[in-house]
């Protein structure tokens, strides 16, 4: 496809460099747009089953939260799915459903994500991002708001969750949770971003010693607890998990010297594949492909780690050693709480 013969709604994409770094070098994520709410009522998207289809990408850890929580609850009946990825053309053109027929949604029946943003809005000037929720009845996108999302996934579609769902976001832990969230997104999710997009030094030390000092005290954290709120695994574990997971396979090429990998970390690392032995995480984990290189450059002498190795390095076997995680648990045959 060339730019000449694009349709009318397919957006090129914007660079996160050139829109969303200030004037001291330093990374500011674009907003959601796409931010109302799920619920009964005015103002509020309708919650009913079969009518949503999450669109989601294997390397993006803010969808990847979705696809997780989706699985974990039981809502595979209840919302429809499908990956995106990136395509080759004269111009970005940010996701694509490269993985379907003809490399167009079954369901959608378009080629690229921003079709249905500009669906929604024919004025949308932003990045089509992932995770977005679209509304199959309108082919419009009406929900990109990766921070609240799995919220309303763990409480608005608790009709649809399956028998014996697990209580990701239990109401007595919800204004704690709610707390850590935004820890983890300042420091951790966004704070690699942070680091990586990072346009002067300062910037960059900024986020990368914010980043280190917020593992360093969940590392700390985990000492006691098996999880991150004790013995069983809330919304913010799966919040931390799909960072952890791109850290020492994707994220290091972009994040300068390492003070430590993520399997340097005693209790994270051992953390990190307690989570993975549940289903719903490593089902939705796509190791390999996450560590797969793209460069150009795969022959001479100076390659890239993952340029060279990714094809041979057993990730799902390093993922899935043994860990002694559950002798921190007062319940250590269970990982999600049975009071739902």
Not at 59 to 71: F, K, L
Not at 157 to 173: E, R, W
Not at 229 to 238: E, H, I, L, N
Not at 309 to 336: A, C, I, M
Request: aromatic share 14%.
């Amino acid at each position: 496809m060339t730019t000449e013969n694009l349709q009318s709604n397919v957006r090129v994409k914007s660079n996160e460099v050139e829109h969303e770094v200030n004037a001291k070098g330093t990374f500011i994520r674009q907003k959601n747009f796409f931010t109302t709410p799920f619920g009964a009522g005015d103002n509020k998207l309708p919650v009913e089953a079969g009518r949503y289809r999450l669109i989601w990408a294997k390397g993006c850890n803010w969808s990847n939260r979705a696809s997780i929580v989706r699985e974990l609850l039981g809502l595979e009946e209840a919302i429809s799915i499908n990956l995106v990825g990136h395509g080759k053309h004269e111009q970005h053109l940010g996701w694509e459903f490269v993985y379907d027929e003809n490399g167009t949604d079954s369901v959608l029946v378009v080629q690229f994500l921003s079709e249905l943003y500009a669906n929604a809005d024919p004025n949308y000037a932003g990045r089509a991002t992932v995770p977005a929720l679209v509304d199959i009845t309108t082919g419009k996108v009406v929900n990109n708001d990766y921070v609240w999302l799995t919220n309303y996934l763990e409480n608005e579609f608790a009709p649809f969750h399956k028998s014996g769902a697990p209580d990701l976001y239990p109401l007595q832990l919800r204004e704690e949770i709610n707390k850590y969230n935004d820890f983890l997104y300042d420091n951790v999710n966004n704070g690699v971003y942070k680091a990586m997009f990072a346009q002067s030094i300062e910037a960059y030390n900024d986020a990368y010693n914010h980043l280190y000092s917020a593992l360093d005290s969940i590392e700390d954290r985990l000492d006691h607890n098996r999880f991150l709120f004790g013995d069983y695994v809330t919304d913010s574990d799966v919040r931390l998990f799909v960072t952890l997971a791109r850290f020492d396979t994707y994220y290091f090429k972009y994040l300068g010297p390492l003070r430590n990998r993520i399997v340097d970390f005693k209790n994270i690392w051992g953390y990190a594949r307690d989570l993975y032995e549940i289903p719903a995480f490593k089902n939705n984990t796509y190791l390999q492909d996450m560590a797969k290189s793209h460069g150009k450059n795969k022959s001479g002498t100076f390659i890239d780690f993952n340029s060279r190795f990714w094809e041979q390095v057993d990730y799902d076997g390093l993922w899935s050693t043994p860990h002694d995680r559950q002798t921190k648990s007062t319940d250590p045959d269970n990982k999600f709480s049975p009071n739902k």
